[in-house]
C-alpha cells in the first residue's frame, strides 16, 4: 500500500498527529479498496455504467419513471460513499467521514494536508 499525502511543511509532516492521520488513512484503504480519492476522481464513463445498471434494476420493479429516478440516484450515492475514500465512513469510527478526519486534521495542525494519490497492492490480484 503506497499512500501520497501532504502538507505545507516538513514540522507538520514529523508531528504524532500528522503521523497517526496517515496511518488511519493507509488502514481505511487497505481494509476498504477505495477506487478513488473523490467523486472528481471517479470517470464519468464508470459513473453512466453504475446509472445505467441502477436505471436497469430500478425500472424491473415498475415503478415510475421519477420515483426510478429517485432511486438510482440514492444507488449512485451509495456507490460514491462507498467506492471514494474521503466519503467513507472512517473503521474506527462509522458516525465520522475521512474527508471529516483530515479537515480535524487541518483544524489542529494549522496546515493544509491533502490526500493526492494511493496503490493499494493484494497479492494474487491482477489490475
Known sequence: MLLDIGCETDFVAKTEGFEELANNIAMQIAATNPIAISKEDLSSDLIDKEKDIYTEQAKSTGKPD?????IVDGKIEKFVEENCLINQSFIKDP????GQLVQEAIAKLGEN???NRFVRFA???KS
Open 123 to 125: 497479492l494474487g490480484e
Open 95 to 98: 458516525d465520522v467521514k475521512i
Open 113 to 115: 494536508i491533502t490526500i
Open 66 to 70: 421519477n420515483v426510478v429516478k429517485k
